[in-house]
């Protein structure tokens, strides 16, 4: 029996980005093949990228906004396919981000940010626990109250 192929490891830092009004921003996704989904910011490290650098990166490129990632507060590892096809293990870190405006750039955006990324938007808490949209994370309510709990 061959054993399956390695898995790589993808790093990323992701961003839980909250409004004056408490709110999270997502990002709906529009991938051929795949439902709609909404996501939060964030993205793969550069090779030897420390996960906060990547995150103010992250936040600058996706939103046009800059802002202190502060610490990371959460951690997960988990299988995935990427938006490019290929099998993956994530590696990823959270952090939280409040920030004073709500007006989004998405002129940092990459050639295929650009096409899959198709509408950023401002969730409340009440609309993150009954969305008819697949959301990730799935517990982005529980990140949102561990993120709380450890500032």
Known sequence: MTPAPSRRIRRAARLLVLDPEDRLLLFRF?????????????GECDP???????????LFEETGLSADPGS???????????LEG???TADERFFQVRVTQTR?????????????????????RAEL????ERIFPADVLDLLDLAEELA
């Open 30 to 42: 529009h991938v051929a093949g795949r439902s709609p989904f909404w996501a939060a910011v964030g």
């Open 48 to 58: 030897d990228e420390p996960f906060e650098l990547a995150a103010r990166r992250e």
């Open 72 to 82: 990371e507060f959460a951690a997960r590892s988990y299988d995935f396919t990427s």
């Open 86 to 88: 290929e099998d993956v």
């Open 104 to 124: 989004i750039d998405t002129a940092g955006h990459t050639e295929l940010e650009r096409a899959v990324m198709q509408q950023p938007r401002w969730f409340t």
């Open 129 to 132: 626990a009954d969305w008819p």
